[in-house]
């Protein structure tokens, strides 16, 4: 639009139709337009009015006291009105373009549509910009908008901007927004909410302050008024349509309206509906809900009982969506069909990797299972108590399966009791309640033991799982060969698969650590193999994160990043949150761990903003943000740090431990407290020389302040360089490994001279300014020289961007096309366009669009 508005003051004018259903954000972007033109535009506003009855040129009369005074001359016909208008908007004399918006043109008068047509014809020739906002939804096949929309496409100024939906990353945007603005506010659930919305901003903003997952009575406002609009017939179809669901097949639509499909055609005019492929569907979920929410009660089970009898009476016809049944029989009441059809809905769910799905199903079934508390509702809640473990869904999976040992213990089922108490270990341990998980494991096999079962050996195996995770080798190794063994004499069968990738997954783990690498890789890939041809997802998940926790610990980053995009793919496409969570949270740590601070600061917080994840997922990202904000000297550190501190503890292992406590000792000496970093190094050093693991034993050894701390126990590489105090070959080890931040750590910390100015000059290119600021700090105290503090313009860009590049993303920011961004750095046209694939290659974006949000997100940044 600037662009246009540049060449309308050459006296080449434009009309723009602006094209977006209700609440897309017409009027937030023309006036935007309207607010950044205000100093080099005569700006005239105009609104067409939604009454019956709207006032001819209506709009032209809002813009007459922003026009010259002789466009409408008293007792001039609308002709003569028509010409003069033309005539000052050709008029070179006046100085700034104009720039006249004519607001809801669907609503407008018959002549304001002859004026806009009248205008589309000649504006080329003028010196003016005119935008024309519509809802493309109102405009039905006969509305006069739409004649006058194929009269202006030959126009010769004439163009078409369709505003789509905000894209998942601005709806992020604006609940983040929300979220600063409101802090006691329930977290968004983004990806949700830009799927239930379509990006729609009215919506969205409307659910943000709504702040529940119920439909804002304003958005059912916004809907029931179009809907009011409608025939009788049209709105009994409609709510048909509406508890069909997301979609209404066209052929079960001919069985339960009364009037047969064709009433349907007004709604589908009204662009309430939208018909592609015999599929029936509301423009926007929330537009659906708003119908289907406030329906009458009886109405509503009426409805569904129709449409569950098409359902049912259809099944002979093919296979049965059991899914579909058993949602329309809970809404009409029908507790046995339910009882039936949810259970193998949820069983079906979750063999497709869809167990948000199972977990609704399950809950569904249980909701209407009203019957004693027997081995048939004990089923039921192992079954949902497993689902929302895989959902990251802690705290109710471990009611669900309490529940179902409960009734288990009652009847005498020893064995189902043993592999509930087995199952609560690890749940327990996900809550980061390590001593009720180990208690939970003794009960485990204590009720097990010479049972002779599968679920022995699976017990024998979560022991085997808790000693790897608290880096016990040896322990790992007792364990785990003993599950191994209790699966000789037992039949093959699945559980029998799922004990063997899930000891092989312990053992391999552990032997990477700490023990033997090459065969604890091969134990870690055989594990994953057989647990995805046997879909045993859980396992496939643990045996993706657990290669690339290694991995990311043990810097081999090329491992890590592709492991990581395998694991991810994975987990999301079968729903496995817990497993997605604790993956993006490694994500963070390999993105700082290579030097990409704010991307790395970025993805963890991701992570965070879903606040009810399990500890364990939790404390990796919260590491990762306090040290990206403590290496830029931001001091918003320590609510991050505290909160992983408090949760590293809870847990108790070295694994969460090594990690929180480097991290503070890191941020202490930033702080120039140097005596509390070696105090909390010292703190954790006895669990640090318990545990089996190298390195993570070697990020607390490096901050005792004592050379003989590697003494006795095996210290990673770098570390181990670093605590003899050979930091000039730690830190090329570290450069060696992909690591410049610990690379340019290292310089600092080795009181050398050269080497602590080279580390500021590394610290200054990774933007570590709180860094660069402790080393410049201790060259003074030394009394050396000090590299002075780069100006703005010499830093590096935070997403890698050559200057141009940056100047590029600057011009994207303010909405300009190639050819202007061309002519204002004086490049080709061709050149611009070479930037402008660059910058969105390198920000990891696919559209300008989100190129200027990334730029608008960060001020400040050359």
């Known amino acids: ?31 935007r337009v309207v607010q950044e033109a205000a100093d080099m535009a005569r700006v005239a506003v105009g609104g067409c ?22 466009v409408w001359p008293p007792g001039a016909t609308r002709h003569e009105v028509f010409a003069r208008l033309v005539t000052a908007l050709r008029e070179p004399g006046l100085g700034e373009p104009f720039l006249l918006v004519v607001e809801d043109a669907h609503w407008a008068d018959e ?24 809802r493309p939804e109102d405009v039905v096949t006969g509305h006069p908008l739409r004649v006058v929309l194929g009269d202006a496409a030959t126009a010769a100024g004439a163009r078409r901007l369709d505003l789509p939906g905000l894209s998942r990353s601005a709806v992020g945007h604006l609940a983040r927004e929300y979220a600063l603005a409101n802090p006691d506010a329930a977290p968004a659930d983004v990806d949700r909410l830009h799927r239930v919305s379509g990006g729609n901003p009215f919506f969205v903003t409307e659910v943000l302050s709504a702040g529940t997952g119920a439909v804002p009575p304003t958005v059912r406002d916004a809907v029931q008024a179009r809907v009011s609009r409608l025939t009788p017939p049209a709105r009994a179809a409609l709510d048909a349509v509406a508890l069909c669901g997301a979609q209404a097949d066209m052929h079960l639509l001919e069985h339960v309206l009364d009037d047969g499909p064709e009433v349907l055609d007004e709604p589908l005019q009204r662009g309430l509906l939208t018909a592609s492929s015999g599929q029936v569907a509301f423009r926007h979920e929330l537009a659906r809900l708003a119908v289907a929410e406030p329906m009458p009660a009886f109405r509503r089970v009426a409805i ?24 329309h029989a809970e809404a009409a009441g029908d507790t046995a069909a339910v009882l039936k059809h ?33 081995g048939r509702r004990a089923d039921l809640l192992w079954a949902l108590g497993y689902e929302c473990y895989l959902t990251d869904q802690v705290e109710d999976a471990l009611r669900a399966i309490q529940e179902a040992l409960e009734i288990w213990a009652a009847s005498g089922d020893t064995v189902r009791v043993g592999d509930a108490h087995r199952c609560l270990s690890r749940l327990h341990w996900f809550a980061g309640r390590n001593d009720v998980s180990e208690r939970q494991a003794e009960l485990a096999v204590q009720a097990l033991e010479g049972s002779g079962t599968v679920e022995l050996a699976m017990a024998y195996s979560n022991v085997a799982q808790l000693r790897m995770l608290s880096s016990d080798v040896h322990g790992t190794r007792l364990w785990g060969r003993r599950a191994l063994a209790a699966l000789d004499d037992l039949p093959d069968g699945r559980k029998r698969a799922e004990v063997r990738v899930h000891a092989l997954n312990n053992l391999g783990t552990a032997e990477v650590v700490s023990g033997d690498f090459d065969a604890g890789i091969r134990m870690l890939t055989t594990s994953l193999e057989q647990a995805r041809v046997a879909d045993l997802h859980e396992h496939a998940a643990r045996a993706y994160c657990n290669l690339v926790s290694c991995a990311v610990a043990q810097r081999r980053h090329t491992d890590a990043a592709e492991r990581l995009e395998a694991g991810l793919e994975y987990c999301i496409d079968r ?194 300014t709180g860094a660069a600021a402790r080393t410049r700090a201790l060259l003074r105290a030394n009394g050396w020289s000090v590299p002075r503090v780069p100006r703005a313009c010499d830093q590096p860009h935070p997403d890698g961007l050559s200057a141009r590049e940056a100047q590029v993303l600057e011009l994207l920011a303010e909405g300009l096309p190639d050819a202007v961004i061309a002519e204002r750095l004086v490049l080709s046209r061709r050149t611009v366009e070479h930037h402008v694939a660059s910058v969105l290659r390198k920000l990891g974006v696919r559209s300008r669009r989100e190129a200027a949000s990334r730029s608008q997100a960060r001020p400040g940044h050359p």
């Open 111 to 134: 002549a304001t549509l002859d004026l806009v047509r009248h205008l589309a014809r000649r504006v080329h020739a003028c010196r003016a910009l005119v935008l024309v906002t519509y």
């Open 49 to 70: 009015d939604g009454s019956s009855t709207p006032a001819p040129l209506g709009p032209l009369i809002e813009m007459l006291p922003r026009l010259p005074a002789q």
């Open 575 to 768: 729903d496995l949150d817990a497993w997605t969570l604790y993956l993006q949270g490694l994500q963070a740590q390999l993105l700082l761990n290579r030097g990409q601070t704010t991307a790395a600061r970025d993805c963890a917080e991701k992570v965070l903003q879903r606040t009810e994840s399990a500890p364990t997922s939790q404390v990796e990202p919260l590491v990762v943000q306090a040290l990206s904000l403590a290496r830029s000297g931001d001091h918003r550190w320590q609510q991050p740090m505290e909160r992983a501190v408090r949760l590293a503890d809870g847990i108790g292992e070295i694994q969460r431990l090594g990690p929180v406590t480097a991290a503070r000792c890191e941020i202490a000496w930033l702080s120039g407290d140097a005596e509390s970093a070696r105090r909390y190094a010292a703190e954790t050093w006895p669990k640090a020389t318990a545990a089996d693991c190298p390195w993570n034993r070697g990020s607390v050894a490096t901050w005792l302040g004592d050379p003989t701390a590697g003494d006795g126990a095996a210290l990673a590489p770098p570390y181990a360089l670093e605590v003899a105090g050979r930091w000039g070959e730690a830190a090329q080890r570290w450069k060696q490994l992909g690591c410049p931040y610990e690379h340019a750590l290292a310089l600092a910390r080795s009181g050398e001279r050269a080497a602590m100015t080279e580390a500021v000059e590394c610290f200054d290119a990774l933007s570590a």
């Open 342 to 374: 949810a259970p193998l809905a949820a069983a079906r769910a979750a063999d497709l990797g869809a167990h948000r799905e199972a977990v609704h199903q399950y809950r569904r079934t249980l909701r209407c299972a009203h019957g004693p508390a027997d």
């Open 1 to 31: 639009m600037h662009g246009y508005l540049a060449e309308a003051a050459d006296s080449h004018g434009r009309m723009v139709f602006v094209a977006g259903e209700a609440g897309v954000g017409k009027t937030s972007f023309v006036g």
């Open 304 to 327: 569904h009982r129709r449409i569950l009898a098409a359902l049912l009476e259809r099944a002979a016809d093919g296979a049965l969506d059991h899914a579909r049944v058993a949602h």
